[in-house]
């Protein structure tokens, strides 16, 4: 299935992509105080103040997300314009770059590896399975991810992923 682009007119860019002095004002305070250590009465004066920019953060945050889609838009654009013509008609600015490549087993030949390289004493059978994952598990098991949660509740724990920070 094909990855849909956004469509960015010229407006867009011209309109969404613009920052006004609030905004901009508003962006120098939230860097002026990124990282920066705070007693109990200098964080209760952010706070306060962060808040009172609200309407701007908020357009600051259309902002990273116009341009998010617009840097897809753009990549996408670029392919689309140098997948015609072969690698010596591009430009002398525009390159390839290899990405490397990545490997797999063909179907069944992780298991002829492990017990080859098991046979060999190359590896143990605990340094294979020390690089399973509960997903990888349960994906061979055939079972839900919640029902080996349950069969095994001592040994398999939830990590909580950080938070995402949602601006409107």
């Not at 094909?2 to 969404?16: C, F, G, L, P, R």
């Not at 705070?38 to 706070?47: C, L, N, S, V, Y």
Request: a positive charge; charged letters at 30%; glycine letters at 4%.
């Amino acid at each position: 299935m094909a990855k849909e682009v956004m469509i960015i007119t010229e407006d867009d860019i011209k309109e969404k992509l613009v920052l006004g002095e609030s905004e901009i004002a508003t962006l120098k305070f939230l860097v002026a105080n990124a990282g920066v250590e705070m007693d109990e009465e200098t964080k209760r004066a952010f706070i306060s103040s962060r808040n009172a920019k609200a309407a701007s953060i908020v357009r600051l945050n259309e902002f990273k997300c116009w341009c998010k889609k617009t840097v897809d838009y753009l990549d996408a654009i670029f392919k689309h314009a140098f997948n015609v013509g072969t690698y010596e008609e591009f430009p002398a600015n525009v390159k390839l770059k290899n990405n490397g490549s990545s490997h797999k087993f063909k179907d069944g030949a992780a298991a002829i590896v492990a017990d080859t390289l098991l046979k060999k004493r190359l590896v143990t059978k605990e340094q294979l399975f020390a690089v399973l994952s509960v997903d990888n598990i349960a994906k061979a098991s055939g079972l839900k991810k919640e029902k080996l949660m349950e069969m095994f509740p001592d040994v398999i724990i939830e990590e909580k992923k950080s938070a995402t920070l949602i601006i409107s």
